[in-house]
C-alpha cells in the first residue's frame, strides 16, 4: 500500500529587519567639509550604496548619486568607509546586505 500524503509543510518567510546607520550609539562622524568647497560655496547630497557586512562594517562603497562635486562626493565616500553599521538581521541572524546612506553638505550661516 502507498504511503499516507504528507501535509504540506508551509514555511513562514525569513524576517529580514535592514541594515542601519543612524543609531546613535554608533557615533558615526560627519564627513569633513573640503576646504576649497567650503570657499567655493558647493553644497549638495550624496547618496552612497554600501554594502554592510553581518559584522556591521562597509564592505563596499559605490556612489549612487553624485552632489555634483567630485570633492564633497569624495567626502562623503571617505567618512562612510569609516563607520558602523547595526547589521541586517534575517532570522534573528546577522546577514550582509546593502543600505543606501544620504549625505548632505550644507554650508550654515554664511
Known amino acids: 500500500p502507498a504511503a499516507p500524503p504528507q501535509p504540506a509543510v508551509r514555511s513562514r518567510p ?5 541594515a542601519r546607520f543612524d543609531a546613535a550609539y554608533l ?3 560627519p564627513p569633513a567639509y573640503p576646504p576649497l568647497s567650503r570657499r567655493m560655496r ?14 556591521g562594517m562597509p564592505g563596499k562603497i559605490e556612489l549612487s548619486a553624485s552632489s555634483g562635486s567630485r570633492r564633497l562626493d ?37
Not at 14 to 18: G, K, L
Not at 90 to 103: K, L, S, Y
Open 27 to 29: 557615533n558615526n562622524p
Open 14 to 18: 525569513a524576517e529580514t529587519v535592514a
Open 74 to 110: 569624495t567626502a562623503a565616500e571617505n567618512a562612510v568607509s569609516r563607520w558602523r553599521f547595526v547589521p541586517a538581521k534575517q532570522d534573528g541572524r546577522n546577514v550582509d546586505a546593502w543600505v543606501v546612506v544620504p549625505i548632505i553638505f550644507k554650508l550654515e550661516g554664511l
Open 42 to 55: 558647493e553644497e549638495g547630497k550624496v547618496m552612497l550604496r554600501v554594502f554592510v557586512t553581518g559584522e
